[in-house]
């Protein structure tokens, strides 16, 4: 089968029970989100070289007690400011001049405070789970889906100028404008169409999740040369692994969370 078919119907299915479960029942849509968060986390500590069944049961410790409405606000902003800092800490090495992996103590740190943190964050977007409220995710989801799809299609037909040649040799600044701009463009939609957040809010969240996702995924791709592999795994035809299919979202979660917390929609 042609590998952008291949591609595309993995990644449709991949969508629907993303957006069928958000828009369903909360339980469902946490019992997804946790399985492909595991899922990814997995193959993340294969190419951290770093097994250990404790990342997934603190994931699951997590996820149940959001269920529970046990998490207390102060660990709520810890995690938060863990991520965030993480995933920052993780952007200024795609640009150092060491390029060598991060091993030891902070090695296994970066499984929790990267993945597995970040993973819950996805979730926390949806709010609560006694006032469950999917909106924020899928419009996350959607502008990640928009710019990352674009910036490929763009990519592999203008592309010429690297983006960053030494970690992901095939990203080119005209695909990633060509997604940003896209993913500004659905902004705009989603305001026309559904109102969802105000203009200017969903102009913002445009503007970031290219930069963001585009991030995200340079970092897996450095987790991968470090590896000396191409793909995170083989579940998802046509992508790869969960990690590959999710690098966006684990990144963006954190910092779209802290927007619409400081803006003052997710509690």
């Known amino acids: 089968m042609n590998e952008l078919v291949l591609r595309t119907i993995s990644g449709l299915l991949y969508v629907g029970l993303i957006v069928t479960a958000l828009l369903t029942h909360p339980l469902f849509a946490s019992s997804v989100i946790f399985i492909f968060s595991a899922l990814a986390l997995l193959e993340f500590q294969k190419l951290n070289q770093h097994l250990s069944p404790f990342p997934i049961l603190f994931l699951a410790v997590l996820f149940y007690g959001h269920y529970k409405d046990l998490l207390s606000i102060p660990l709520l902003l810890s995690l938060l400011v863990l991520s965030a800092v993480t995933n920052t800490l993780l952007t200024l090495k795609l640009f150092s001049k060491n390029k060598k992996p991060i091993t030891g103590g902070f090695s296994k740190v970066i499984t929790y405070t990267y993945v597995v943190f970040s993973c819950f ?10 006032d469950f409220t999917p909106k924020y995710l899928l419009i996350t989801y959607v502008l990640i889906w928009c710019n990352n799809s674009f910036a490929y299609f763009v990519g592999k037909t203008f592309g010429r100028r690297r983006l960053l040649e030494h970690i992901s040799p095939k990203k080119s600044w005209e695909g990633f404008f060509g997604g ?13 169409f559904f109102r969802p957040l105000p203009l ?5 969240l445009g503007g970031l999740i290219p930069i963001l996702a585009t ?3 340079l970092v897996e791709s450095q987790y991968k040369r470090y590896s000396g592999v191409k ?6 035809p046509g992508h790869g692994g969960f990690y590959d299919r999710m690098d966006s979202i684990i990144f963006t979660a954190p910092f779209v969370w802290v927007i619409l917390q400081t803006i003052g929609y997710v509690s």
Do not use: K, R
């Open 200 to 204: 200017g809010t969903l102009l913002l």
């Open 180 to 192: 940003a701009a896209f993913a500004v463009f659905a902004a705009v939609v989603l305001w026309y």
């Open 215 to 217: 991030l995200g995924d």
């Open 121 to 130: 964050c996805i979730l926390a977007l949806t709010g609560p789970y006694n």
């Open 231 to 236: 793909d995170s795994g083989n579940l998802l």
